[in-house]
Structure formats: structure tokens, C-alpha cells
């Protein structure tokens, strides 16, 4: 092919209009930040990668799904507002734990996820930030894991000044103080 160009330039210049042609049809684009990160996190790439494999195990999932999941946290459209300064990704867990409700949390610096009892067990992951369950004055940093059996009553509060992210997954739902019963799914 590149002889038949060189000595004929009839075919070099018919070449170069559709090379000029396809350059012209095919713009390359540049992802948004947010796009990039669910991107990456879902191909296992993204900022929580880490805890990939830990997602699986407490949601009862593949890794690729736990990846997927994560990749929940970097779109925007994904957080639901339940109060201020706190909002929440809810999704299904896989077979084992179909009846919990499974999720993360997301608390802004200084707000308290309000008093609650948990009417089923809870297992809970931090991702980012340091969380202080206030009730034991115990504190938890990304990559800690903690466990509320059923009946158990605490609060949370979010420190420092990033966001706090944990991914939960809470049998049978959980009490909240002075609010109705919230179960893990709508009878």
C-alpha cells in the first residue's frame, strides 16, 4: 500500500481526504472527573479498590458487582438526601443477605446520624473519613469494620473535616428515636 501511495498521487491525495474526512467525524472527548472515577472504580481502578474484595464478603456479591457498587459513591446522582447532612446509596445485597438493607452512608463533617436501635444485626465498614460511635466513644478510621448485634442502641457522629463514607448492611432495619420503624424492605 505505502508503494502504490508513493508512486501514485492521485491515491496519496484521495487517501488524504479520507484520513481529513475521519478526522473531522471522530472528536475525542474528555470524560468529566466524576465519570472517570465511576469508570475506574467499576473496572477495578477507582480510589476504593481496596476494599473491593471486603464489599463482596458483606454484601454477598462477586467482586465484580462489589466494584460496581463502589462506583455507586462517585456519582452524584446515586446519594439520596434523608436528612441534613446525611445521605444514602440503598441497593440490593446478594441471596444471602436479599432482606437487609444494604447501602452507604455518607455523613458531612459534624453531623450526627441520630439515636437508633437496631432491630436485626448490623455490620458496617468505614471507607473514608473517622467516625465516632458516640454512645461508646469508640472512634473508626477508613478501613475499620464494626458490629451491632440486634437490639443494640448508638449514635454516630462524623469527625474532622472530610466526609465520612461507610458501607452497611443492617438486618431487618432499625428504629430510629422518635420515628416509626424503618425495616430493611417495604412490606
Given at each position: 500500500?505505502?508503494?502504490?501511495?508513493?508512486?501514485?498521487?492521485?491515491?496519496?491525495?484521495?487517501?488524504?481526504?479520507?484520513?481529513?474526512?475521519?478526522?473531522?467525524?471522530?472528536?475525542?472527548?474528555?470524560?468529566?472527573?466524576?465519570?472517570?472515577?465511576?469508570?475506574?472504580?467499576?473496572?477495578?481502578?477507582?480510589?476504593?479498590?481496596?476494599?473491593?474484595?471486603?464489599?463482596?464478603?458483606?454484601?454477598?456479591?462477586?467482586?465484580?458487582?462489589?466494584?460496581?457498587?463502589?462506583?455507586?459513591?462517585?456519582?452524584?446522582?446515586?446519594?439520596?438526601?434523608?436528612?441534613?447532612?446525611?445521605s444514602l446509596v440503598h441497593f440490593d445485597g446478594?441471596?444471602?443477605?436479599?432482606?437487609?438493607?444494604?447501602?452507604?452512608?455518607?455523613?458531612?463533617?459534624?453531623?450526627?446520624?441520630?439515636?437508633?436501635?437496631?432491630?436485626?444485626?448490623e455490620a458496617c465498614v468505614v471507607l473514608q473519613?473517622?467516625?465516632?460511635?458516640?454512645?461508646?466513644?469508640?472512634?473508626?478510621?477508613?478501613?475499620?469494620?464494626?458490629?451491632?448485634?440486634?437490639g443494640t442502641e448508638h449514635y454516630l457522629v462524623?469527625?474532622?473535616?472530610?466526609?465520612?463514607?461507610?458501607?452497611?448492611?443492617?438486618?431487618?432495619?432499625?428504629?430510629?428515636?422518635?420515628?416509626?420503624?424503618?425495616?430493611?424492605?417495604?412490606?
Amino acid at each position: 500500500m505505502e508503494r502504490a501511495i508513493t508512486s501514485d498521487p492521485g491515491l496519496a491525495a484521495e487517501l488524504m481526504s479520507y484520513q481529513d474526512t475521519a478526522s473531522q467525524l471522530v472528536a475525542p472527548v474528555t470524560p468529566s472527573p466524576a465519570v472517570k472515577a465511576r469508570l475506574l472504580a467499576s473496572i477495578g481502578g477507582g480510589r476504593f479498590e481496596k476494599f473491593a474484595q471486603r464489599m463482596s464478603t458483606l454484601y454477598d456479591v462477586t467482586v465484580e458487582k462489589a466494584r460496581e457498587l463502589l462506583g455507586l459513591i462517585e456519582r452524584p446522582a446515586s446519594w439520596n438526601p434523608e436528612m441534613p447532612g446525611i445521605s444514602l446509596v440503598h441497593f440490593d445485597g446478594g441471596s444471602a443477605y436479599a432482606a437487609a438493607d444494604c447501602g452507604f452512608i455518607r455523613l458531612s463533617p459534624g453531623t450526627v446520624f441520630p439515636p437508633h436501635t437496631h432491630l436485626g444485626d448490623e455490620a458496617c465498614v468505614v471507607l473514608q473519613g473517622t467516625i465516632r460511635d458516640a454512645t461508646n466513644n469508640r472512634v473508626l478510621n477508613a478501613g475499620d469494620e464494626y458490629f451491632q448485634p440486634e437490639g443494640t442502641e448508638h449514635y454516630l457522629v462524623c469527625e474532622g473535616d472530610e466526609d465520612c463514607i461507610f458501607a452497611a448492611r443492617a438486618m431487618n432495619g432499625i428504629a430510629v428515636a422518635g420515628a416509626p420503624a424503618r425495616p430493611s424492605k417495604p412490606q
